[in-house]
């Protein structure tokens, strides 16, 4: 009889603390995801920053961005390079046409620029875009 109260009580203990781990789990998951949404949009930034330099572009700076964009319910990776180049945004993204992903090019609105890239009043700046799916896609960063 003391031994089946025991069993009892240890599937009844189980069964609490079932929805604790599977929520912990479930946090775990979200976080982790995030990490590594985050480190891929950096390795993705570097890569890309690296493709524009090897195309002849002066990189003026960089940003990576990792989260809605506003299309949907997924977390998306965009990595912004701004560079100096006489060439028209259409030539630019068809030099970058290669690269894994949606390039997009055009000429930056002033809120996009610091003090330091508007230091010559901003000319010649085209910025540079690189879309991709994160690869936690569907974390909580998405909605």
């Keep these: 009889m003391k031994k089946t109260k025991k069993i009892a009580l240890g599937i009844f203990a189980g069964i609490l603390a079932l929805p604790v781990v599977l929520i912990v789990l479930f946090i775990l998951f979200e976080v982790i995801g995030a990490a590594v949404n985050h480190a891929a949009g950096d390795i993705q930034t570097k890569k890309f920053a690296g493709a524009v330099r090897d195309e002849g572009f002066e990189i003026v700076s960089t ?14 990776l965009i990595s912004c390079v701004y560079v100096r180049s006489d060439c028209s945004p259409e030539e630019a993204a068809a030099r970058l046409s290669e690269c894994k992903g949606d390039v997009s090019a055009g000429i930056p609105d002033e809120d996009d620029l610091t003090d330091a890239e ?19 896609s569907d974390n909580i960063e998405g909605h």
Excluded: K, W, Y
Excluded at 120 to 128: H, T, V
């Design 63 to 76: 940003d990576t961005f990792v989260g809605n964009s506003g299309n949907g319910n997924h977390v998306d």
């Design 118 to 136: 508007l230091s010559d009043g901003g000319e010649n700046l085209l910025r540079l875009r690189l879309f991709n799916s994160a690869p936690f």
